[in-house]
C-alpha cells in the first residue's frame, strides 16, 4: 500500500521554526514530485512548495519565499520543509503529496499529485 505519512507538527511562538518531514511507504520517492499544501480554517488549500523529482527544482509560494526550504532524501524516501521565521498566517494543516514525474520542474497545483498524507498541524501563537 502506498502511503506518505507527515510528522513534525506543533505549536510554536511567532519567529520561531519547524521542521516537517514526510515519509514515503510502499514505494520510493525517485521517481516522483513532492509538493506541500495548506489549509487553514476556512480558507481553500494553498500549494505552499514544490520539488521536482531530480529535486533540481524547486517552486515557493511568495508567502514563504525566504523562510522555507525544501529538501529531498531520497534514500531515506523522505522530504522534509524546513520552516523559519513562522507567522500567525502560517497556521494549516500541512499536507505533503506525490505525483509521478520525469519532468524537471514541478507545480502547486493539486492535479499534479496522485497521492496524498493525512496532514500535520501546524499552529504558530504566543
Known amino acids: 500500500q502506498l502511503r506518505l505519512v507527515e510528522s513534525g507538527g506543533g505549536l510554536v511562538q511567532p519567529g520561531g521554526s519547524l521542521r516537517l518531514s514526510c515519509a514515503a511507504s510502499g514505494f520510493t520517492l525517485d521517481y516522483y514530485a513532492i509538493g506541500w499544501f495548506r489549509q487553514a480554517p476556512g480558507k481553500e488549500r494553498e500549494g505552499v512548495v514544490c520539488?521536482?523529482?531530480?529535486?533540481?527544482?524547486?517552486n515557493y509560494a511568495d508567502s514563504v519565499k525566504g523562510r522555507f526550504t525544501i529538501s529531498r532524501d531520497n534514500a531515506k524516501t523522505t522530504v522534509y520543509l524546513q520552516m523559519n521565521s513562522l507567522k500567525p498566517e502560517d497556521t494549516a494543516v500541512y499536507y505533503c503529496?506525490?505525483?509521478?514525474?520525469?519532468?524537471?520542474?514541478?507545480?502547486?497545483?493539486?492535479?499534479?499529485?496522485?497521492?496524498w498524507g493525512q496532514g500535520t498541524q501546524v499552529t504558530v501563537s504566543s
Open positions: 503529496a506525490a505525483g509521478l514525474s520525469d519532468q524537471a520542474m514541478c507545480a502547486r497545483a493539486d492535479d499534479w499529485y496522485d497521492y
Open positions: 520539488i521536482s523529482s531530480s529535486g533540481g527544482s524547486t
